[in-house]
């Protein structure tokens, strides 16, 4: 039975697409290898937020060609979108996936007829992520992701209320939402187009027992109906939002291209404390 090894950097994204692939190559009959087993392919999902992400990935994928010289390594993941050239140079490199859309392809091509449409397990956590979102088109000065991940891909609210429910009932009992630009989920479907919290009203219809939480999301992105089913529902939805702020200085957030005022991200972290009860707020800096 052919082997394959997993390397994730990175953000929950990446987590997500990494069981995604994992799924794939469980389905074709791989066997995920356990340390020191011999490995047939490897897969490393690269980030390349910064610098010293794009330094991990290069020592992982050299690090795996040393011990496993035999191996092929496929590299996927946001680096391999900016630098392909770059990395194809390294040993041991026989494949880059440049877009995460293409994995389905790609699994095809390894003669999977029926690619996965999403995931039904995450490992033995008790928590699980829920891509339901791609690419981001913000464009702040300081960020890559708007060149790596440009395009915005929702996913159809069934899908992802098809994908929770397996995840539910195979006894996850925290359900993460997660995306690029997570408030933008919706903006590329078509018809009648769902928001966040349209999304999120339909996945506390489901059943089961689980909670729900919201990863990152803009300040100015957090909408009277996101605060109303979480002061409604806080044993379903969990009253924590994590916003990133960047700058506590306007003249650096205007120099980010950040689409706010220090004062506005006030306003909204006044906005939630007033409406709910005890609520987690978290940030970047």
Not at 89 to 116: C, E, F, N, S, Y
Not at 157 to 164: D, Y
Not at 182 to 208: C, F, M, N, S, W
């Amino acid at each position: 039975m052919p082997t394959f090894w997993i390397y994730t950097l990175g953000c929950k994204v990446n987590q997500y697409e990494s069981q995604y692939v994992r799924e794939g190559l469980q389905r074709l009959g791989f066997q995920e290898a356990t340390p020191g087993e011999k490995v047939d392919l490897c897969i490393v999902n690269t980030c390349t937020v910064t610098a010293e992400s794009d330094l991990k990935s290069r020592k992982v994928i050299r690090q795996l060609a040393r011990r496993h010289p035999e191996a092929r390594i496929v590299v996927m993941g946001c680096y391999a979108a900016r630098a392909p050239q770059e990395l194809a140079r390294l040993p041991g490199v026989v494949q880059l996936i440049p877009d995460k859309a293409q994995l389905p392809q790609w699994l095809a091509q390894l003669g999977l007829a029926d690619p996965p449409q999403g995931i039904s397990c995450f490992g033995s956590r008790h928590r699980a992520f829920v891509k339901v979102q791609d690419g981001c088109q913000q464009r702040c000065r300081y960020c890559i992701i708007p060149l790596v991940r440009p395009v915005l891909r929702s996913r159809p609210l069934r899908e992802v209320l098809e994908e929770i429910q397996r995840l539910v009932s195979a006894g996850y009992r925290e359900i993460v939402l997660t995306g690029i630009h997570l408030g933008h989920y919706g903006r590329d479907l078509p018809g009648p187009q769902p928001t966040l919290a349209d999304l999120v009203e339909q996945i506390l219809k489901l059943p089961g027992s689980f909670r729900l939480r919201l990863s990152s999301l803009e300040a100015m992105e957090v909408t009277p109906e996101l605060l109303r089913m979480m002061a409604d529902r806080p044993d379903r939805l969990c009253p924590h939002l994590h916003l990133p702020l960047q700058s506590g200085s306007n003249r650096v957030l205007e120099q980010m291209g950040r689409p706010y005022r220090l004062e506005d991200f006030l306003r909204v972290c006044d906005q939630v404390r007033a409406q709910l009860d005890n609520p987690a707020l978290t940030t970047d800096i």
